[in-house]
């Protein structure tokens, strides 16, 4: 399909004689019938009033011709290679724009990866520590733990053996944070806030978190749609 038989279909279609349509476009019906027949390309005003007289539009025409026919022959138009241009860079704009943004998919998609791969912003390892008991007024912050350092003959260890298994009142504390081998604080039961407790370090837990496995999928998914973009722009292009 070449321009000239292209509006000739069209001029067919609206019931129009050559001379009824030269008559509107303002030229001679010879001229008309050279441009029907390809022997002549039209001038910017020519082409116009040509197309206004058939009610088309230049894109409706342009989208009819393969690219090949547009470089090589229809370019030679000046209102075609404006045209044309113009739709070369709005694809080059369409084509940065999508290359930035499936750049900016992968690029985000590895610090979320890697955040919920290392847990660094949601951390999974948790500190325990346990409290035997309420430390009474006065009492040494270790108490519980030296306080048969604090009679010296049998009868009275055993007395005190007792009232210190009466006195047990284990307490776990799991925190994100290590705060060292001990800390004492005011004992969270008791009414008397000069009470406490003595927390000793008792290992680490593992407690996993949600979050971390949906910011490693979310991370892979991302990366996957800028990957894929870039493969599908690639693609079209090569079209």
Not at 1 to 17: C, F
Not at 129 to 138: D, V
Not at 227 to 235: H, Q
Request: proline share 5%; with cysteine; hydrophobic share 40%.
């Amino acid at each position: 399909m070449i321009l000239g038989e292209l509006l000739k279909q069209r001029r067919i279609e609206l019931d129009l004689s050559q001379s009824e349509l030269a008559e509107q476009v303002g030229i001679e019906q010879s001229y008309l019938s050279k441009l029907e027949s390809d022997r002549s390309l039209p001038s910017d005003d020519i082409l116009s009033a040509w197309l206004s007289a058939l009610e088309l539009t230049l894109t409706q025409v342009v989208q009819q011709f393969d690219p090949s026919y547009l470089q090589g022959r229809l370019r030679q138009i000046p209102s075609i290679d404006t045209y044309l241009q113009e739709q070369t860079e709005n694809y080059q704009r369409q084509r940065r724009g999508w290359l930035v943004i499936c750049g900016l998919l992968v690029a985000l998609s590895l610090p979320i990866f890697y955040s919920g791969y290392t847990k660094v912003i949601f951390p999974e390892l948790k500190y325990k520590y346990m409290s035997p008991g309420i430390l009474m007024l006065g009492e040494n912050p270790n108490y519980f733990r030296n306080w048969n350092d604090t009679v010296s003959d049998l009868e009275s260890l055993e007395k005190l053996s007792v009232r210190m298994a009466e006195r047990s009142n284990p307490d776990i504390m799991i925190l994100d944070e290590y705060r060292g081998r001990q800390f004492t604080v005011p004992a969270p039961e008791a009414d008397n806030p000069d009470y406490k407790r003595t927390y000793y370090a008792d290992g680490t837990i593992q407690q996993p978190r949600m979050i971390n496995g949906i910011l490693q999928a979310l991370g892979l998914f991302l990366a996957m749609c800028g990957v894929i973009g870039i493969a599908l722009e690639r693609r079209l292009l090569n079209k």
